[in-house]
């Protein structure tokens, strides 16, 4: 189960993790399917511009940022994540 490190503009955070179980035909379900959500909402709103998800300690498993906006965003990984440290950052670029 994740622990939070560092707090800056969080107000609440989500980590979902399922787990499904894909039954072979004539077999007992072995295989997994696993997914992840992290869902996280913003204490004070955010200017919408990017969001960089990253890690120090492991090779993200394939991602997407399925909403971002001034108050939340909802992040899905197609994987568990490892053991580590995961690193989410709004940044304000300008173009």
Same mark, same amino acid.
């Given at each position: ?40 909402? *913003? #204490? ?12 120090? #300690? *492991? ?8 909403? *971002? ?7 899905? *990984?197609? #994987? ?16």
């Amino acid at each position: 189960m994740p622990t939070q490190i560092v707090n800056i503009n969080v107000w609440r955070w989500y980590y979902l993790r399922t787990v499904s179980l894909i039954p072979k035909e004539g077999e007992a379900p072995q295989m997994k399917a696993v997914s992840t959500l992290f869902f996280l909402s *913003f #204490d004070k709103p955010v200017k919408v511009s990017t969001l960089e998800v990253n890690s120090p #300690d *492991f090779k993200l498993p394939t991602h997407e940022v399925k909403e *971002f906006n001034s108050r939340f965003a909802i992040i899905a *990984f197609l #994987d568990a994540l490892p053991m580590g440290t995961l690193e989410l950052t709004v940044r304000n670029r300008a173009i």
